[in-house]
């Protein structure tokens, strides 16, 4: 099952409305920021090489999004060094989205 990580640390289970894949409007929404009333909703794609992916917010490090600590902690124990994920992510498995 898929996972919503939020950047107050919360983790909400999910899965795609119809049951199969989740659609970009899915995505969108999960990853959306709003700043300034301007909605910023543009996704990346991270493969985690292991048939996960990460969804991710495209401009979050741009506009400003809370870093997200524990998307954040999966990413460095998968590529072995330190950057960091911000915002709202779906972690699911690969074949979750088309």
Same mark, same amino acid.
């Given at each position: ?35 300034? $009333? ?7 794609? &991270?493969?985690?090489? !292991? ?8 401009? $979050?490090?741009? &506009?400003?999004? !809370? &870093?997200?600590?524990?998307?954040? !902690? &999966?990413?460095?124990?998968?590529? $072995?060094?330190? !950057?960091?994920?911000? $915002? ?11």
């Amino acid at each position: 099952m898929a996972q919503i990580i939020k950047t107050n640390g919360e983790v909400i289970e999910t899965q795609p409305k119809n049951g199969t894949d989740f659609s970009l409007e899915e995505l969108q929404a999960i990853v959306e920021h709003k700043v300034n $009333g301007v909605s910023y909703h543009y996704i990346e794609i &991270i493969n985690l090489r !292991d048939g996960r992916i990460m969804v991710i917010n495209d401009e $979050g490090k741009l &506009i400003g999004c !809370d &870093i997200n600590h524990k998307a954040t !902690d &999966i990413f460095s124990e998968v590529f $072995g060094y330190h !950057d960091f994920v911000v $915002g709202n992510v779906l972690l699911c498995k690969d074949d979750e989205v088309r």
